[in-house]
């Protein structure tokens, strides 16, 4: 409960730090997931690494807007280079986001190993952006975090109607108007935006989790984006609240990876037990369209069976024996008995050992 209070600063810190980074990542991931682009969040992640490690050269000291600014001239390079490979060669999509990916995260092991083996004493902790480590972030860390996440937010909303088009009908966008390419340019400028600011946390190699799990998470519950968007955020910012509250609670534990930990338990809880579009709740439906199925071949069993040879006023009066029933439509071994006694409840048939027949009802 000491961690609640928010008593000790580098809580506090911590902790709005990794709830901002949650809460932009997920509104903007929303967009990306929306689109199918969540694998060029993982690439400008990975891309984003020498564009950091350029800025402490040319700068000498880790200042996080700095960074910050490394990064996302470095996620756009990244993206122009996938574009351009997409738009100006055969390779497919896949391939580029592959080959940028590995090119880009290259060049920024090269450089940071270069960077360690400097003697400069100002890159001690220029590493932790490959795996993040949210604990060292500081006061001005924070406010340039704040800062950029609250301009992420106010882009979204002010362009919300907009970009839910371009996300799913990109091509009635473009015929009523709407200017698609700008669209994509800003949205792609969030994202590079948010992966920037989220590496601190996370780090490089989780980052796309922290993007994309949210959203995927979200998507299971609603149709609805507004409300989709909306439970993403609370996601991202629970994810952040307790994978801080875990890192303080067991010191060896790191708060990224926490983040994306919880996260996936939230992912996994929404795919198994969402109402409508979990799994357990398409095995339910499977299940209750089972016993329909079923109810209604037994019944227009009886009826076929009552229709073959019997006279006007036989008909309902006739009883058949389970292996009439069987001989005139298959059924799976135990299902025709279950079924009968669900109709037996039900007041659709009646009968017993030596035959079942239709009540009125039935």
Not at 132 to 151: E, H, Q, Y
Not at 211 to 217: D, G, M, N
Not at 235 to 253: E, I, K, R
Not at 351 to 362: E, P
């Amino acid at each position: 409960m000491d961690f609640f209070t928010f008593s000790d600063p580098n809580v506090r810190m911590v902790t709005l730090g990794a709830m901002l980074l949650g809460l932009s990542a997920a509104t903007v991931g929303s967009f990306t997931f929306l689109r199918k682009r969540a694998l060029v969040g993982d690439a400008i992640a990975h891309a984003i690494l020498p564009g950091v490690c350029l800025a402490f050269i040319w700068t000498g000291e880790k200042h996080p807007a700095g960074l910050l600014l490394g990064a996302v001239v470095a996620g756009w390079v990244s993206l122009l280079a996938m574009d351009f490979m997409t738009n100006h060669s055969k390779l497919k999509t896949d391939t580029a986001i592959g080959a940028v990916l590995s090119v880009f995260f290259g060049l920024g092991i090269l450089l940071l190993t270069a960077i360690q083996h400097s003697g400069s004493g100002n890159q001690s902790g220029l590493d932790q952006f490959l795996f993040g480590k949210a604990a060292s972030m500081t006061a001005r860390d924070v406010w340039v975090f704040g800062g950029v996440a609250l301009v992420l937010l106010l882009v979204v909303l002010a362009f919300f109607k907009e970009f839910k088009l371009v996300a799913f009908d990109p091509d009635f966008a473009r015929t009523i108007g709407l200017p698609v390419r700008r669209l994509e340019f800003v949205l792609a400028t969030i994202t590079v935006l948010s992966v920037a600011t989220g590496i601190q946390a996370v780090g490089v190699v989780l980052m796309a989790a922290l993007l994309i799990t949210p959203a995927a998470a979200a998507r299971f519950w609603t149709d609805n984006i507004v409300k989709m968007v909306a439970l993403a955020a609370v996601f991202g910012m629970l994810a952040g609240l307790f994978g801080a509250w875990v890192s303080y609670t067991a010191p060896a534990m790191p708060t990224g990876p926490w983040i994306v930990m919880l996260l996936s338990v939230v992912a996994v809880f929404s795919l198994v037990a969402a109402p409508e579009r979990g799994i357990w709740a398409r095995v339910r439906l499977q299940q209750a369209n089972a016993r329909k199925m079923l109810r209604e071949n037994i019944l227009k069993a009886f009826f076929q069976l009552a229709m073959a040879g019997q006279s006007v006023e036989d008909k309902r009066s006739a009883y058949f024996t389970l292996e009439k029933i069987k001989a005139l439509r298959p059924f799976q071994a135990g299902a025709l008995e279950q079924g009968l006694r669900r109709l037996k409840r039900e007041g659709l048939v009646e009968g017993g050992r030596r035959g079942y027949r239709l009540t009125v009802s039935g």
